[in-house]
């Protein structure tokens, strides 16, 4: 026994423990992989040809089977489940290869974007700009700079802005915000230098004296609709694709936003639903603890648990910081609600019992905010405020469940947004003890600052998290925080829900949230977008120009020709399992990629074989004659494969749907192509002329 078979064997030995550790572990892919390695090695130890042979014909056979089993589901989906799958295999290879819309159809949704509230929250952004400048000119701050909560409070004594409805408690327009000044004086602030300032808005005549009102012009708020609807599609496709759903359609009407899903998985296509509609709108808000809105609302105001079905609204207290005095820390009791779902809705054992507790949750939540609305008739909240509500938890020491709401009392302004997001990363705290999840974000050089200004303006105060309207933390700012870092918890509970949860922040933090929320308005299932015919036909000019390469391959090359067409065969296998593991999507261009590598890599071939025939027809032997080939037509298949590659790669880069998905087929073929045509046919070649030792070389007729 050589060197290299010895170490081939001691190789297989120790990637055969590796595959039975990983098979112990239950790591699916480490057992694939030493399981490769073991066939790789043992096939270099064979007794035959020499040692770089063999351990070329280990990895190309190692590449074969790794593909085989990457394909495995795909097969198993492509032929209706009669080519079987183990069920160990099957939920351990989570990626196949699916049907593009033009094949088979899939899912099309429909979403209309909510544009009335970009509308208000370009109202509520210049409403606070009118603050700032405003606050100057009547001295409450000076300069530049945030508006701090204490000069916020020195100028509610001088004026407000009310957006939403007006001092009367009318309803105002979307676009509409009105300055109402206590000293009616004061009115000769909004002179020309503030018109000028503020151009987006176009002045109304007011009655009333110390009342100004000002509405949107029509330009600015056709051009906000439009921008929220280009921003709202541009944000869905940027989700789409994070989510590898490269072959997806994403398109717009009006103010609808079309989007159109290959595939038949229905729990594909509700992970697919949840992080589309997620609004994704982060906003960091100060708590008005001071006010302790919610002590004084009476006992006798709260309903019965029997007019809320069982749902139970019960007051709390709670000490809440209030900032400091000097160097001393302030603080009090205040006043808070909880809502508790019924204890027969929080089953924990079976998936029904999860969704029925989520929809108890949700019912919960549509209870609480009702009651606390129609309390502002009496207790009115006001536009400059805001209501919280943030999840609870049971006490169950073992796994924390979610049992309710809770209320928080918060000021309307939004001191940071995700705006200034940049960059979001989950990660997981050990530091405890017990392993928390967590969503760090990262601030823009502007977001940043203003992140820093705010802490430290508001050291021991609460500072709630607002994801999607709901608090998702409220923690209490212990020191002013620089460098521009915070971070998301997500809760207590199963570590793996968490990390899943995580995964999906991070995914639509990253992609930018929706200038506005979006509805569903259509949900519905779409058929092959080709139809039948133009798919059959379609795939049979593909069969049929496929085979007729093949078989011409064989009739004029021999023998040479049946290697030049397994090799094209195991290129076809390796694109496959190439778009298998990108979890791709096969449509009829990209079907047509396929096709165009099958020429290309028969090409490759019939370039070697040509150059052969000439080698031996110039007298060579067998075996100069084959090395010659392969050496002359190197060149020129790499210049070949090399100017279709960089179209590819063109194509790639600036085409979108159909001609994309042909563009990265023909990349994969391509290179796929390189390695079978070249490497893999050379393996056959060198075993004729230096295993078998030919005399002659099938290589066509005269041959």
Request: aromatic share 8%.
């Given at each position: ?76 989906q492509l032929s209706q489940g009669k080519i079987p799958v183990p069920a160990y295999v099957r939920e351990r290879i989570k990626f196949e290869i699916v049907k593009g ?286 209501i919280g509500y943030e999840k609870t938890e049971d006490n169950d020491p073992e796994k924390s469940t979610e049992d309710g709401w809770r209320t928080f009392y918060l ?293």
């Amino acid at each position: 026994m050589t060197t290299t078979q010895r170490n081939s064997l001691l190789t297989a030995g120790i990637s055969a423990a590796g595959a039975v550790a990983f098979q112990r572990f239950d790591n699916f892919w480490g057992l694939v992989v030493m399981g490769l390695f073991t066939l790789w090695a043992l096939i270099s130890a064979l007794p035959i040809m020499d040692g770089p042979w063999r351990i070329k014909v280990g990895f190309v056979s190692a590449v074969f089977f790794g593909s085989m089993i990457s394909l495995w589901p795909t097969f198993n989906q492509l032929s209706q489940g009669k080519i079987p799958v183990p069920a160990y295999v099957r939920e351990r290879i989570k990626f196949e290869i699916v049907k593009g819309l033009d094949l088979q159809g899939g899912l099309r949704l429909v979403y209309t974007v909510e544009v009335d509230e970009a509308i208000r929250d370009k109202r509520d952004k210049l409403a606070d700009q009118m603050r700032d400048d405003l606050a100057v000119a009547l001295k409450v701050k000076q300069g530049e700079g945030l508006l701090k909560r204490d000069d916020l409070t020195k100028l509610e004594e001088k004026l407000h802005i009310y957006t939403g409805q007006g001092p009367d408690r009318e309803p105002l327009d979307t676009g509409v915000l009105m300055i109402v000044f206590k000293n009616a004086d004061d009115v000769k602030l909004i002179d020309d230098r503030f018109t000028k300032k503020f151009t987006e808005l176009a002045q109304v005549k007011s009655n009333k004296p110390g009342r100004v009102t000002f509405k949107i012009r029509s330009g600015i708020e056709s051009e906000t609709r439009e921008r929220a609807v280009t921003q709202a599609k541009e944000t869905v496709n940027r989700r789409v694709d994070e989510l590898g759903l490269r072959e997806a359609s994403v398109t717009t009407r009006d103010e609808d936003i079309i989007i159109e899903v290959p595939g038949s998985n229905n729990a594909q296509f509700d992970e697919i639903k949840e992080i589309i509609r997620k609004t994704a709108r982060l906003e960091f808000k100060m708590l008005d603890d001071e006010a302790d809105y919610f002590g004084k609302i009476k006992n006798e105001e709260i309903p019965s648990a029997d007019s809320l079905g069982g749902f139970v609204i019960e007051p709390r207290t709670e000490v809440a910081p209030l900032g400091m005095k000097g160097n001393d820390k302030q603080q009090a009791r205040i006043s808070f609600f909880t809502i508790r779902i019924p204890k027969e809705f929080n089953g924990k054992s079976t998936k029904e019992d999860e969704t029925v507790r989520k929809e108890a949750m949700t019912k919960s939540l549509e209870l609480l905010k009702g009651w606390i609305k129609s309390l502002d008739a009496q207790h009115r909240i006001g536009d400059d405020h805001a209501i919280g509500y943030e999840k609870t938890e049971d006490n169950d020491p073992e796994k924390s469940t979610e049992d309710g709401w809770r209320t928080f009392y918060l000021f309307g302004r939004a001191e940071v947004t995700g705006e200034y997001i940049t960059d979001a990363q989950r990660n997981i705290d050990q530091r405890s003890g017990m392993p928390e999840v967590y969503v760090g974000i990262t601030f823009n050089p502007t977001g940043a600052d203003r992140f820093e200004e705010v802490t430290g303006a508001n050291v021991n105060r609460r500072f709630a998290i607002i994801l999607d309207d709901i608090v998702n933390s409220a923690p209490v700012i212990k020191t002013k925080i620089g460098g521009g870092k915070a971070s998301i918890t997500m809760g207590a509970g199963d570590p793996d829900t968490q990390l899943k949860n995580a995964e999906k922040l991070e995914m639509v933090l990253r992609s930018g949230a929706l200038p506005a929320p979006i509805s569903q308005s259509s949900d519905s299932r779409i058929g092959p977008t080709l139809g039948e015919d133009a798919i059959k036909k379609g795939a049979l000019g593909s069969i049929v120009g496929g085979f007729l390469v093949l078989a011409f391959m064989i009739l004029y090359y021999r023998k040479s020709g049946i290697v030049a067409d397994a090799a094209v065969l195991f290129n076809l296998v390796i694109q496959l399992a190439i778009l298998a593991t990108l979890s791709g999507t096969l449509t009829l261009p990209g079907i047509a990629g396929l096709a165009l590598t099958i020429g290309m890599a028969v090409d490759a071939n019939v370039l070697i074989n040509e150059r052969i025939r000439e080698e031996l027809r110039a007298g060579r032997s067998v075996r100069a004659a084959v090395e010659a080939g392969y050496d002359k037509a190197l060149s020129s298949i790499v210049d070949g494969h090399v100017t279709v590659f960089i179209t590819g790669l063109i194509l790639m880069q600036y085409g979108t749907g159909p001609v994309k998905g042909f563009a990265v087929t023909l990349v994969i073929g391509i290179l796929a192509s390189l390695f079978t045509g070249v490497f893999c046919t050379r393996l056959v070649f060198d075993w004729w002329v230096r295993g078998a030792k030919v005399k002659r070389l099938s290589v066509g007729a005269e041959f």
